[in-house]
């Protein structure tokens, strides 16, 4: 029972660096997003996808690259990681129509 | 104005309370709606979907009012498992497929 895999689950980098945040699901989703979590700011939408090879932007999209190029896979880049960008970060995917989502464990990304 | 807004909280309540938390939403075309539990440190999971009808699980029940674009959740007989952070959730289709979370409410259960 895999689900949503999200690696790494923790994550130290300096700023200017760059990374990629892997998540993966075998339910056969096909809308999958990423979110980003701050104390007292709730979860935030940073890109999503309804489908393999179409992604689009969230709330919050600047710093971040996402690509969907598999129905299972959609990881998330930072470009060039900023201080700002220290948050805990979910993916998550559901059904298209509408159905409740799955979420992963969570990364906890600290930027110095 | 945020498109889904909840109850601040804290929400502090004895063991056996109910509880009610309220929810709205502002985007009419949402199409589905959903609350979610989140523990400390923990990824949210899905606690319960919304309709019209309302429904209800075991202590908890739902309920979705289109017309006020407003969802609350009623948990009766708290436990102190009941302890976390409790998320409203919008489903829309404007502009693209979105799901939407609210802030959250925190509710603690006590003995």
């Known amino acids: 029972n895999a689900g949503v895999t999200q690696t790494p689950k923790f994550q130290v980098l300096k700023t200017g660096q760059s990374m990629t945040l892997q998540c993966a699901q075998d339910m056969n989703h096909e809308y999958m997003s990423w979110y980003r979590q701050d104390p007292g700011m709730g979860l935030r939408l940073i890109h999503y996808s309804v489908g393999a090879g179409i992604t689009d932007q969230g709330e919050v999209p600047n710093g971040y690259n996402v690509s969907r190029s598999t129905t299972e896979d959609f990881p998330l880049r930072l470009l060039s990681a900023a201080p700002s960008q220290t948050s805990v970060y979910f993916c998550?995917?559901?059904?298209?129509?509408?159905?409740?989502?799955?979420f992963g464990q969570g990364t906890r990304l600290t930027v110095v | 104005r945020k498109e889904v807004e909840q109850d601040p909280g804290p929400f502090n309540v004895p063991e056996g309370a109910t509880v009610a938390f309220n929810c709205t939403y502002s985007n009419s075309a949402s199409q589905s709606f959903f609350w979610y539990r989140q523990d400390c440190r923990k990824e949210p999971k899905l606690l319960m979907s919304v309709y019209s009808s309302g429904n209800e699980d075991g202590r908890f029940t739902a309920q979705l009012n289109r017309a006020s674009q407003y969802i609350s959740l009623l948990i009766r007989d708290s436990k102190l498992s009941d302890s976390a952070t409790y998320l409203c959730v919008v489903n829309t289709k404007t502009g693209g497929f979105k799901t939407i979370f609210g802030a959250g409410t925190r509710l603690f259960v006590k003995a």
């Open positions: 998550a995917s559901s059904y298209s129509n509408g159905g409740g989502a799955f």
